[in-house]
């Protein structure tokens, strides 16, 4: 009897945290789940931008964004800041510079170091 006694006190205190810990848990999870639903509507919003922002764009050159975003990490197109690739951080030869100023402005330009899309 004597030896049941504190065990029952600290049972009964396990009991208690275990009851808090398990409310805590619920609040978490409830939070968990609106942040999900939060993120969710957020994306959706992006990806429904990102298809209006992409209606205009030919479909040859959105596939090529697209191959060339699946293998550059993300990132298919880069703007070209000062004769740099800001994709790469590579400076451009001054012969390519060239050719990209006296060439058509609608032409693609490729970055000849990282292969990504260069927006001027």
Not at 1 to 23: C, F, I, K, N
Not at 84 to 108: K, M, N, Q, W, Y
Request: hydrophobic content about 40%.
């Amino acid at each position: 009897m004597q030896d049941r006694e504190p065990l029952d006190a600290e049972l009964t205190v396990l009991e208690q945290r275990r009851e808090a810990l398990g409310s805590d848990g619920d609040q978490l999870r409830q939070a968990i789940a609106a942040q999900t639903a939060e993120i969710d509507a957020e994306l959706t919003t992006e990806l429904e931008a990102r298809r209006a922002a992409a209606a205009g764009i030919p479909d040859g050159l959105l596939s090529q964004y697209e191959r060339l975003r699946a293998t550059q990490g993300g990132v298919g197109a880069a703007r070209l800041v000062n004769g740099r690739c800001s994709g790469c951080h590579l400076t451009l030869p001054a012969t390519e510079l060239d050719r990209i100023r006296h060439g058509d402005a609608d032409a693609v330009v490729l970055c000849d170091q990282c292969g990504r899309i260069l927006v001027r």
